[in-house]
T-cell receptor, first 115, second 112 residues
Framework: DTEVTQTPKHLVMGMTNKKSLKCEQHMGHRAMYWYKQKAKKPPELMFVYSYEKLSINESVPSRFSPECPNSSLLNLHLHALQPEDSALYLCASSQEALAELYEQYFGPGTRLTVT | RKEVEQDPGPFNVPEGATVAFNCTYS??????FFWYRQDCRKEPKLLMSVYSSGNEDGRFTAQLNRASQYISLLIRDSKLSDSATYLCVVNMGNTGGFKTIFGAGTRLFVKA
């Protein structure tokens, strides 16, 4: 059973909507990640938070806005998305970030459809 | 050349077969290596970490060859439930930054 939870499991939104994806981890990890995964492709890193601070932004469009309220929670705020943003959005956590030795644990993902 | 490359697959094997996947990486500064499995429409799940010369967990054996810059995953006595996509993941860290690189994945179908 995953110790990284994500809500909602599925989300359908229009291009003018504002929505948020939520992620929570219960492992005491200090690093959290957002990934985007299209069908039959590997996950693509979007953002990395380390100790609640944004450490990496992989040139993600501003219509995606991450937020880390505390070390256990990670949000992804969505606004004015495009149909091509439809994908599986995965949250992950690891013991530390910016340290190459630690494995990441993934949540079940939110399947997003933009209409 | 991609930073992490995997056998394209798919691999179609009968139950009970032994199957091996390879993954090559281009950055010699890479420090840690992992195999994840991903079922259709599910999240990647950590299968094995490969830190030094390799490790074994039941039917699964992972090997690391730093000189040739590749890792492998061997699955013995394949089960139907082993059918999934196997992702090779490489963590690279240096003073310039930190990266997690995913291979494109290898699909495995185990048939009765």
């Amino acid at each position: 059973d995953t110790e990284v939870t994500q809500t909602p499991k599925h989300l359908v939104m229009g291009m003018t909507n504002k929505k948020s994806l939520k992620c929570e981890q219960h492992m005491g990890h200090r690093a959290m990640y957002w990934y985007k995964q299209k069908a039959k492709k590997p996950p693509e890193l979007m953002f990395v938070y380390s100790y609640e601070k944004l450490s990496i932004n992989e040139s993600v469009p501003s219509r995606f806005s991450p937020e880390c309220p505390n070390s256990s929670l990670l949000n992804l705020h969505l606004h004015a998305l495009q149909p091509e943003d439809s994908a599986l959005y995965l949250c992950a956590s690891s013991q530390e970030a910016l340290a190459e030795l630690y494995e990441q644990y993934f949540g079940p993902g939110t399947r997003l459809t933009v209409t | 050349r991609k930073e992490v490359e995997q056998d394209p697959g798919p691999f179609n094997v009968p139950e009970g077969a032994t199957v091996a996947f390879n993954c090559t990486y281009s950055n010699s500064a890479s420090q840690s290596f992992f195999w994840y499995r991903q079922d259709c429409r599910k999240e990647p799940k950590l299968l094995m970490s490969v830190y030094s010369s390799g490790n074994e967990d039941g039917r699964f054996t992972a090997q690391l060859n730093r000189a040739s810059q590749y890792i492998s995953l061997l699955i013995r006595d394949s089960k139907l439930s082993d059918s999934a996509t196997y992702l090779c993941v490489v963590n690279m860290g240096n003073t310039g930054g930190f990266k997690t690189i995913f291979g494109a994945g290898t699909r495995l179908f185990v048939k009765a």
